[in-house]
Every structure is written in structure tokens, then in C-alpha cells.
């Protein structure tokens, strides 16, 4: 049995070599179709895995609450000098720290607009006085050197940490742990670098746009120097801001109270601020989010990626039946000779199954160069899961017996004594 | 040489025809291509079977080779009844007992002489042992055992027939059906196969040829004439094997 499959497949690879160039042609439907599926999977999984990579670092159990400028204070200009007041309070920071339940940490930041310079190398990164257990709650890796410490916040000294990206800007060609580094107009000692990472929002979609240059140094350091008040110099108009806290990052003990305490943060903050001037990012439903969105875009795939493997389907029964037609009269000999109507349906079936398997091999050789195309060009991380070009081919296979049937039918039903006459 | 008795009594009943007829309906009208007609093939016979158009001689061969059915009477080949059997017995049946030449050879074009001459056995679920050396043999006996490699396109018309007429021999059938098989073919060409034919009548293979032309008619033993789906004439000819004294009369082709 298995000897006259195997002999019915050579067979049908010789009749499709007959018709080289149009058996080529039909292949390419599901060769497209495979491959555009394993390519679209791999890609969509590279993405959704680096954004869920980005969400799980800003650490799965936090709650971020942070100030942002409540837009239409802007539409009040004109004096030279006036003073906004936005965004989080100490009260608020107080308020978390007492009252919500099943926190383990909380660290508030404070951002300063500030300029760092080493000798004529500037940079305008994200100054954040923190507290040193920061590192701990953000998941921040230290490079070299240490990150900030509980001496350095009671010393109130001038000391920074830098991050890679900000430490090769300025010291390209050295180390910079116990340098000086002036930020705004004073010098900090640098005692540490981390590594760097991007800042992420509320919007998953532009996580990782942004950059990180940052500097961190002790919040009481910041705090006496640089106090509530910034100043921003903007066309022309001094403009002052007033801005108790950034940032605060909450930690939450238990993953599973995330939402609770993300909801009570909600709760607390609409009563107290009079303006939106904040928002809340919960790593974990954005997590969640990430998620129901890759699930969303697999099925958008998944349609298309159905509908170019059916018109590919399509193709090969097409040229299945024309081929019937057309080999009416081998039809005719066959069933003379002694071929019952199982045996053709098998040949035509085998045919057909070879030409989509063909065009699923390829296609599957296809989708994999693909992401690593992608890869390379466009530096686009993408994931090959191994059971995609299986699930792939396993269709391709489905197409053939599936578009095959019909075509094949078709031939074993004729009349062998008309087929036998057709010219 | 052929010394089979004149009247066709004392051998075996290879293929027999009782009260068979077949009827198709074209538009308002019925055609009888077989009426009412009995028949017995026996076994190392040699019919030519002759007629004008429409005389039924076709249906008659379709009938025999089991590729159409009767729309009455019994039709047994080796004395079992084929009309209770399936399509598929049908086509085992052709696979094991029945061997096909066809005016323009119908050789598969994808397959070379040695696959063509084993598609018979192709379809039979078990191969018999050494099939393969048996379709060599019959190359070597039909004059192509060097071209075995050979695609049908690389063959002249009287070669491809030879290697039809090995595929029929393949499964060494009870019988074998020739239609119009020297039709394609020059004169020279035919007489060639005309003599492998009777070679075959002589070493007692049982033979039905449907032919239009009055030479290869007269060259088979026998002679059955058929007129409006009845036989008009039964002639012996009692032709030897070594073939007619007749002139060679150029076959042209033409649909039986």
C-alpha cells in the first residue's frame, strides 16, 4: 500500500513536470499565503513580546501615578511672568503612604529641568531626585559603580548617577564614576551609572519612543537646591512652574491587589485635584491590554492571512479542473486499463496535495528569510514560534485534499467510454 | 499454425453475449447500437469485426472490454455474469482478464515504455512477482526491448503500437480488444502489427479486432459483420497466419 502511494506520487510529480511553468504559478497562491502568515505571526509576536518586555520592567506589581500639565492653562498667556501650579502633592504622597493598604514601598521623584555638562558636552536629560530604594521599585540594573544611597539622602550630597546613554554622551572615552559633572550650576560627583530604558506611557504604542537620558540624584539634594519652583524659559516669556512631585511609583505587595490599589489611587487623586494634572499607568493593564490587543491583531492576520491561503485554494482547484478537462482522455485510458474510480481520485488528489504542499514548503522557507529580513533592515525584534510553520503547512496540506476533492470527483465519475472519445 | 476448428464450438466461451442490447437515447429518439444480439467469443479465436458507422461495432467492443453495460441481456466473461458487478469489479475485472489496443495507441505521455507497459498492473493491488522482467520480455518480443527509457513522444506511430500491444499482453488477459488498431498507421506499418497479432492468434491468445478495412477483415480467422446492432454475416476465413495474398491496401484512418 504504502509502495503504491509513494509510486503515485512520483507519478503525479512526473504529470505536474509535464506542465512545469504552470505548476509553478499555482503554487504561488499558498506560497504567498503560508508565508505571509508565518511572516505576519512572527513579526506580530516580536512586537508584542518587546512591548510586554517594556511594561513587565517598569515592574508588574507597580502603580505610577505622574503630573502632567493640564492643557488649557496654555491659553492664558501674555503676561511675562506667571506661576502654573499643577500636578502631584506631598499630600498625596502622604495620603498613599498612610492609608492605601497592601502597599510595600512608595518613592516619589522629583523632575529638574536642568542642563548636565561636562566641559563642552551638554545634555538635557530627565533629572529625577529620588529616593535610593528607586532603583529596587523600578527595577533599575547598575552598570558601574552603585546606584544612590540612604548616606547620600541624609548627607544631602552632591552626588548623580548617570545612565549609560547619558554617560556616553559626556564621557565617551572614560569612565565617569567619581568625576564631576556640573549639573545646572553645580558640580555632582557621579557614582554610578545604570542601564538605560525606555520611558513609557500611558499609550502602549509609543513605548519605547522614547529615550532614556537620565540623572538621578538624592531628593533631599534636590529638594534643597532646586525647591518647587522651576523656572522654563519659552519664546520670550518667562514662565514659572510650580510642581511639588513628578512622579510617584507605588508598590504594591501582591500582584493580584494591582487593581485595587490602582482604583483607590484613581479614587484618591479625582477627589483632591480640582484639574486633571495626572495620570496613573498600571504596568499590568496596559500588560493586559498588550495582550488583548496581540490577541486582536492575531485574528486580523489570522482573516487575512485565511483569505489569501482560499484565494491560493481557489487557484489550484481552478487549474485542478482545467487539467481534469484536459487529461479527460488519460482519464479514459486509465479507467480502460483497469483503474477504479478510488485510483484517480487519488491521482488528482495526489497532485493537487503535492502542488500545495510545494507551495507550502516554499512558502514556509519564505516566512522564515522574511523576519530575518526584517530583523536585519528595519531592526525589528520577531519570534518564530515553532508550532506557526508547522500550523502553516498543515493548511497547505488542508487546501489541497480540501480544493483537490472536487476536481478529483469530477474525473473518477466520468463515463470511461466518452472520456475515451474525447479529443 | 492455426488449427482451431472451423466452427466455434469445442473451446472455452471466453466472452459471451445472450439477447444483449443497448440502447441510447438521442434527443426524442431511441438508437438500438446492439439489439437483441448473442454472441460467443471462445478462447483462441480471432475475430475482425466489421460494419458501417452506427452499426454497433463500437458499443459492442465497449461492451465486451466491460467500459459500458447492456440495457438487457447477460454478458459473462470466463463464464461469470458481469452484470451484478460494481464499478469497481469492473475495473479489476478489466485490470486481470482484458487487454485494450486502441486506434491511436493511447500511451501515457508522462510515462516511458517500461511504465507504460506495467499501467495494468499498476492498478492491480498486488503486483505478481517479477511483473517487471515479464514487461521487459514483452518490450524485447515487440521489437522495443532497447528503448525502454523511451517517452512515447520519442516513438514512431507503429513503435507507440507495439508498446500498446505489450501493456495489453501485460496481465495476460482472456482477451484481447483492438480497436481500429492498424488505423493510424501506414500500409507497411500495419502489416507489421497485422503479423504480431496473428502471432499472438497463434500462440492462442483470443482476439476481437474492429476494423472498416476489407483487408485486415479478411485477414483474422473469423469474420463477424454487423448491421444496425445485429449480425449480418459470419464468414471463416480460415486465413493462414503467414497473412493474405491480398495487395496492401494503404489504411486510412477513419472512426469505426
Same mark, same amino acid.
Given at each position: 500500500?504504502?509502495?503504491?502511494?509513494?509510486?503515485?506520487?512520483?507519478?503525479?510529480?512526473?504529470?505536474?513536470?509535464?506542465?512545469?511553468?504552470?505548476?509553478?504559478?499555482?503554487?504561488?497562491?499558498?506560497?504567498?499565503?503560508?508565508?505571509?502568515?508565518?511572516?505576519?505571526?512572527?513579526?506580530?509576536?516580536?512586537?508584542?513580546?518587546?512591548?510586554?518586555?517594556?511594561?513587565?520592567?517598569?515592574?508588574?506589581?507597580?502603580?505610577?501615578?505622574?503630573?502632567?500639565?493640564?492643557?488649557?492653562?496654555?491659553?492664558?498667556?501674555?503676561?511675562?511672568?506667571?506661576?502654573?501650579?499643577?500636578?502631584?502633592?506631598?499630600?498625596?504622597?502622604?495620603?498613599?503612604?498612610?492609608?492605601?493598604?497592601?502597599?510595600?514601598?512608595?518613592?516619589?521623584?522629583?523632575?529638574?529641568?536642568?542642563?548636565?555638562?561636562?566641559?563642552?558636552?551638554?545634555?538635557? #536629560?530627565?533629572?529625577?531626585?529620588?529616593?535610593?530604594?528607586?532603583?529596587?521599585?523600578?527595577?533599575?540594573?547598575?552598570?558601574?559603580?552603585?546606584?544612590?544611597?540612604?548616606?547620600?539622602?541624609?548627607?544631602?550630597?552632591?552626588?548623580?548617577?548617570?545612565?549609560?546613554?547619558?554617560?556616553?554622551?559626556?564621557?565617551?572615552?572614560?569612565?565617569?564614576?567619581?568625576?564631576?559633572?556640573?549639573?545646572?550650576?553645580?558640580?555632582?560627583?557621579?557614582?554610578?551609572?545604570?542601564?538605560?530604558?525606555?520611558?513609557?506611557?500611558?499609550?502602549?504604542?509609543?513605548?519605547?519612543?522614547?529615550?532614556?537620558?537620565?540623572?538621578?540624584?538624592?531628593?533631599?539634594?534636590?529638594?534643597?537646591?532646586?525647591?518647587?519652583?522651576?523656572?522654563?524659559?519659552? *519664546?520670550?516669556?518667562?514662565?514659572?512652574?510650580?510642581?511639588?512631585?513628578?512622579?510617584?511609583?507605588?508598590?504594591?505587595?501582591?500582584?493580584?491587589?494591582?487593581?485595587?490599589?490602582?482604583?483607590?489611587?484613581?479614587?484618591?487623586?479625582?477627589?483632591?485635584?480640582?484639574?486633571?494634572?495626572?495620570?496613573?499607568?498600571?504596568?499590568?493593564?496596559?500588560?493586559?491590554?498588550?495582550?488583548?490587543?496581540?490577541?486582536?491583531?492575531?485574528?486580523?492576520?489570522?482573516?487575512?492571512?485565511?483569505?489569501?491561503?482560499?484565494?491560493?485554494?481557489?487557484?489550484?482547484?481552478?487549474?485542478?479542473?482545467?487539467?481534469?478537462?484536459?487529461?479527460?482522455?488519460?482519464?479514459?485510458?486509465?479507467? *480502460?486499463?483497469?483503474?477504479?474510480?478510488?485510483?484517480?481520485?487519488?491521482?488528482?488528489?495526489?497532485?493537487?496535495?503535492?502542488?500545495?504542499?510545494?507551495?507550502?514548503?516554499?512558502?514556509?522557507?519564505?516566512?522564515?528569510?522574511? #523576519?530575518?529580513?526584517?530583523?536585519?533592515?528595519?531592526?525589528? #525584534?520577531?519570534?518564530?514560534?515553532?508550532?506557526?510553520?508547522?500550523?502553516?503547512?498543515?493548511?497547505?496540506?488542508?487546501?489541497?485534499?480540501?480544493?483537490?476533492?472536487?476536481?478529483?470527483?469530477?474525473?473518477?465519475?466520468?463515463?470511461?467510454?466518452?472520456?475515451?472519445?474525447?479529443? | @499454425?492455426?488449427?482451431?476448428?472451423?466452427?466455434?464450438?469445442?473451446?472455452?466461451?471466453?466472452?459471451?453475449?445472450?439477447? &444483449?442490447?443497448?440502447? $441510447?437515447? @438521442?434527443?426524442?429518439?431511441?438508437?438500438? /447500437?446492439?439489439?437483441?444480439?448473442?454472441?460467443?467469443?471462445?478462447?483462441?479465436? $480471432?475475430?475482425? &469485426? @466489421?460494419?458501417?458507422?452506427?452499426?454497433?461495432?463500437?458499443?459492442?467492443?465497449?461492451?465486451?472490454?466491460?467500459?459500458?453495460?447492456?440495457?438487457?441481456?447477460? $454478458? %459473462?466473461?470466463?463464464?461469470?455474469?458481469?452484470?451484478?458487478?460494481?464499478?469497481?469489479?469492473?475495473?479489476?475485472?478489466?485490470?486481470?482478464?482484458?487487454?485494450?489496443?486502441?486506434?491511436? $495507441?493511447?500511451?501515457?505521455?508522462?510515462?516511458?515504455?517500461?511504465?507504460?507497459?506495467?499501467?495494468?498492473?499498476?492498478?492491480?493491488?498486488?503486483?505478481?512477482?517479477?511483473?517487471? +522482467?515479464?514487461?521487459?520480455? =514483452?518490450?524485447?518480443? &515487440?521489437?522495443?526491448?532497447? %528503448?525502454?527509457?523511451?517517452?512515447?513522444?520519442?516513438?514512431?506511430?507503429?513503435?507507440?503500437? %507495439? &508498446?500498446?500491444?505489450? %501493456?495489453?499482453?501485460?496481465?495476460?488477459? /482472456?482477451?484481447?480488444?483492438?480497436?481500429?488498431? !492498424?488505423?493510424?498507421?501506414?500500409? !507497411?506499418?500495419?502489416?507489421?502489427?497485422?503479423?504480431?497479432?496473428?502471432?499472438?492468434?497463434?500462440?492462442?491468445?483470443?482476439?476481437?479486432?474492429?476494423?472498416? +478495412?476489407?483487408?485486415?477483415?479478411?485477414?483474422?480467422?473469423?469474420?463477424?459483420? =454487423?448491421?444496425?446492432?445485429?449480425? +449480418?454475416?459470419?464468414?471463416?476465413?480460415?486465413?493462414?497466419?503467414?497473412?493474405?495474398?491480398?495487395?496492401?491496401?494503404?489504411?486510412?484512418?477513419?472512426?469505426?
Amino acid at each position: 500500500m504504502r509502495g503504491t502511494l509513494m509510486r503515485t506520487v512520483r507519478l503525479g510529480v512526473g504529470s505536474l513536470m509535464l506542465h512545469k511553468l504552470r505548476s509553478m504559478l499555482t503554487t504561488l497562491g499558498v506560497l504567498f499565503g503560508v508565508s505571509s502568515v508565518i511572516a505576519m505571526l512572527a513579526i506580530g509576536e516580536g512586537a508584542s513580546k518587546k512591548a510586554q518586555d517594556q511594561i513587565r520592567a517598569l515592574g508588574s506589581q507597580n502603580v505610577i501615578l505622574r503630573s502632567i500639565k493640564p492643557r488649557e492653562d496654555f491659553a492664558t498667556g501674555g503676561q511675562a511672568t506667571r506661576v502654573v501650579s499643577y500636578g502631584l502633592l506631598n499630600d498625596d504622597l502622604a495620603r498613599v503612604e498612610k492609608t492605601f493598604p497592601g502597599v510595600r514601598r512608595v518613592v516619589p521623584v522629583r523632575e529638574i529641568p536642568l542642563e548636565v555638562r561636562n566641559q563642552d558636552r551638554a545634555l538635557n #536629560p530627565r533629572v529625577m531626585s529620588t529616593l535610593p530604594i528607586y532603583r529596587d521599585v523600578t527595577g533599575r540594573v547598575v552598570s558601574e559603580g552603585r546606584f544612590l544611597s540612604d548616606s547620600d539622602e541624609q548627607a544631602v550630597a552632591n552626588v548623580c548617577v548617570l545612565s549609560d546613554e547619558v554617560a556616553r554622551y559626556l564621557y565617551p572615552f572614560q569612565s565617569p564614576i567619581g568625576e564631576k559633572v556640573k549639573i545646572g550650576a553645580d558640580y555632582y560627583v557621579v557614582v554610578g551609572t545604570t542601564l538605560s530604558r525606555k520611558r513609557l506611557g500611558s499609550d502602549p504604542a509609543m513605548a519605547g519612543e522614547v529615550s532614556a537620558a537620565e540623572v538621578f540624584i538624592p531628593l533631599e539634594t534636590g529638594r534643597k537646591w532646586y525647591g518647587d519652583l522651576q523656572v522654563k524659559i519659552r *519664546a520670550g516669556s518667562r514662565e514659572m512652574e510650580e510642581v511639588q512631585l513628578h512622579e510617584i511609583v507605588i508598590e504594591v505587595a501582591a500582584a493580584e491587589n494591582v487593581p485595587m490599589v490602582a482604583a483607590a489611587a484613581r479614587e484618591m487623586l479625582s477627589r483632591n485635584h480640582r484639574q486633571r494634572d495626572y495620570e496613573i499607568v498600571v504596568p499590568l493593564e496596559l500588560l493586559l491590554q498588550a495582550e488583548e490587543t496581540k490577541r486582536t491583531f492575531n485574528i486580523v492576520l489570522g482573516s487575512i492571512a485565511s483569505i489569501s491561503l482560499l484565494v491560493g485554494g481557489i487557484g489550484i482547484m481552478n487549474v485542478m479542473l482545467a487539467t481534469v478537462t484536459e487529461r479527460t482522455r488519460e482519464i479514459g485510458i486509465r479507467r *480502460a486499463l483497469g483503474a477504479k474510480r478510488r485510483h484517480i481520485v487519488t491521482q488528482f488528489l495526489v497532485e493537487t496535495v503535492v502542488l500545495s504542499v510545494g507551495g507550502g514548503v516554499l512558502g514556509v522557507i519564505l516566512g522564515l528569510v522574511i #523576519p530575518q529580513y526584517v530583523e536585519y533592515a528595519y531592526d525589528m #525584534p520577531t519570534i518564530v514560534t515553532p508550532l506557526n510553520p508547522l500550523i502553516a503547512f498543515g493548511i497547505s496540506v488542508g487546501i489541497g485534499i480540501v480544493f483537490g476533492l472536487y476536481p478529483a470527483w469530477r474525473a473518477a465519475n466520468m463515463d470511461p467510454v466518452e472520456a475515451l472519445r474525447h479529443e | @499454425m492455426s488449427s482451431r476448428p472451423l466452427v466455434h464450438t469445442a473451446a472455452e466461451p471466453v466472452a459471451d453475449l445472450e439477447h &444483449v442490447s443497448r440502447v $441510447y437515447r @438521442m434527443g426524442q429518439t431511441d438508437v438500438r /447500437a446492439l439489439d437483441d444480439f448473442s454472441f460467443t467469443f471462445r478462447q483462441g479465436e $480471432y475475430w475482425a &469485426v @466489421m460494419g458501417s458507422s452506427g452499426s454497433g461495432k463500437s458499443t459492442l467492443l465497449n461492451i465486451l472490454g466491460c467500459l459500458d453495460r447492456p440495457n438487457s441481456g447477460t $454478458y %459473462r466473461v470466463r463464464g461469470e455474469d458481469t452484470q451484478g458487478l460494481s464499478d469497481d469489479d469492473l475495473s479489476e475485472l478489466r485490470s486481470r482478464h482484458l487487454g485494450f489496443v486502441f486506434q491511436n $495507441y493511447n500511451l501515457l505521455p508522462q510515462l516511458n515504455v517500461l511504465e507504460n507497459i506495467l499501467v495494468p498492473i499498476f492498478y492491480q493491488d498486488v503486483p505478481p512477482p517479477g511483473i517487471e +522482467e515479464r514487461a521487459k520480455e =514483452l518490450a524485447r518480443r &515487440v521489437g522495443l526491448g532497447t %528503448r525502454l527509457e523511451h517517452r512515447p513522444t520519442e516513438l514512431s506511430g507503429g513503435q507507440q503500437q %507495439r &508498446v500498446a500491444i505489450a %501493456r495489453a499482453l501485460i496481465n495476460d488477459p /482472456a482477451l484481447i480488444l483492438a480497436d481500429e488498431a !492498424t488505423g493510424n498507421l501506414d500500409s !507497411t506499418t500495419a502489416q507489421e502489427i497485422l503479423a504480431l497479432l496473428d502471432e499472438l492468434h497463434a500462440e492462442g491468445k483470443t482476439i476481437v479486432l474492429v476494423t472498416h +478495412e476489407p483487408e485486415v477483415g479478411k485477414r483474422a480467422q473469423h469474420l463477424l459483420r =454487423l448491421k444496425d446492432g445485429r449480425i +449480418e454475416e459470419v464468414r471463416h476465413n480460415r486465413a493462414p497466419s503467414g497473412g493474405p495474398s491480398s495487395s496492401n491496401t494503404a489504411g486510412t484512418g477513419g472512426a469505426g
